[in-house]
């Protein structure tokens, strides 16, 4: 049975893994987007991440199409209040269009709540630092979003630790609303950033922590073995950067619990994720049927200690 979790210090309660939407509009199109949606909420999930910026990569977008389609979703399927919804600001969508300035932070949630046609947004995250704008205008230009209920509660993702610290004392101090959450790069492959700079201040802050790059771009789900693999997909390109001893060593030790558990390396993967009590919810996408099995069957997998330990050792860093 899937235990729901208790978002940080908010009252949001949502499912143990939150959905990449970053794939929407870009990998699936808008009916492979809704089938996958569809899944998700019929196996008890709750939580879908995404930004304004997705997915303006792609030739031809302008960002917001992630944002747009599960608008479309929600309003076609009239399960809005069923749903916990975080987006993201603050990632340069040219034309001006980026930072945590007041200005644009009035500009930019109007966006984000018409594309995804809503009248609230349950978490509003900052996606990047603005280091020309005062920590001071940022957060209270996120708590008059609040206030004017737009916005349910406010989030960090890609700030360094000391500026998300610097922002929570200055909303303390002046009877404002805090970042009540974290959303960092974190897996069993990328752990050194989090663990030394962001850990000890989640701990201090209580905060949630829902991080991304759960299965780091594909890598960890075992599907890429050697560099001849890596075309295997359009982001193929981007898991370059694990083929090495120690993400070797990562595998062959997801292979040897996967086989011993009669499961895979992506579940392994999340369950150790999941098993951290100091992870939140972790944000994992699928494309297929199968891969949503593998991050159902997460949730349920059930990791000792000694296998925890053997995970940590074999990606040690």
Not at 57 to 77: A, D, F, L, Q, Y
Not at 261 to 266: D, G, I, N
Not at 298 to 309: F, K, P, Q
Request: charge should be negative.
């Amino acid at each position: 049975m899937m235990q729901n979790r208790k978002f940080g210090k908010s009252d949001l309660v949502v499912s143990p893994i939150s959905f990449g939407g970053n794939i929407f509009g870009w990998t699936v199109n808008e009916q492979e987007s809704f089938d996958i949606l569809d899944a998700w909420i019929g196996a008890g999930f709750n939580f879908i991440d995404t930004a304004d910026m997705y997915s303006i990569w792609v030739p031809g977008n302008v960002g917001g199409e992630s944002e747009t389609i599960i608008g479309n979703w929600m309003k076609s399927r009239g399960n809005r209040d069923k749903i916990v919804i975080a987006t993201k600001l603050g990632i340069d969508m040219g034309e001006g269009r980026c930072g945590l300035s007041a200005r644009y932070m009035k500009q930019a949630v109007e966006d984000s709540l018409m594309r995804l046609q809503t009248d609230y947004i349950d978490l509003y995250l900052s996606h990047a630092d603005d280091p020309d704008t005062s920590v001071e205008e940022t957060m209270t230009a996120f708590n008059e979003l609040i206030k004017e209920g737009k916005v349910r509660y406010v989030g960090a993702s890609n700030i360094c630790a000391s500026r998300v610290e610097a922002s929570n004392k200055f909303a303390r101090e002046n009877g404002l609303s805090p970042y009540i959450s974290l959303q960092p790069l974190y897996n069993l492959y990328d752990r050194a950033c989090f663990e030394k700079e962001y850990l000890s201040l989640v701990k201090e802050e209580d905060l949630a922590v829902q991080c991304y790059y759960s299965l780091a771009s594909g890598f960890l789900t075992g599907k890429y073995r050697c560099m001849g693999d890596l075309t295997k997909s359009q982001r193929g390109e981007g898991i370059r950067q694990y083929m090495n001893e120690r993400g070797y060593a990562i595998l062959k030790a997801q292979d040897k619990l996967a086989k011993e558990k009669q499961s895979t390396p992506a579940q392994i993967a999340i369950a150790w994720l999941l098993h951290k009590d100091y992870v939140t919810t972790p944000i994992a996408s699928a494309t297929n049927g199968t891969q949503l099995a593998d991050l159902f069957a997460a949730v349920s997998l059930m990791l000792s200690d000694a296998e925890m330990d053997y995970l940590d050792s074999a990606s040690n860093y």
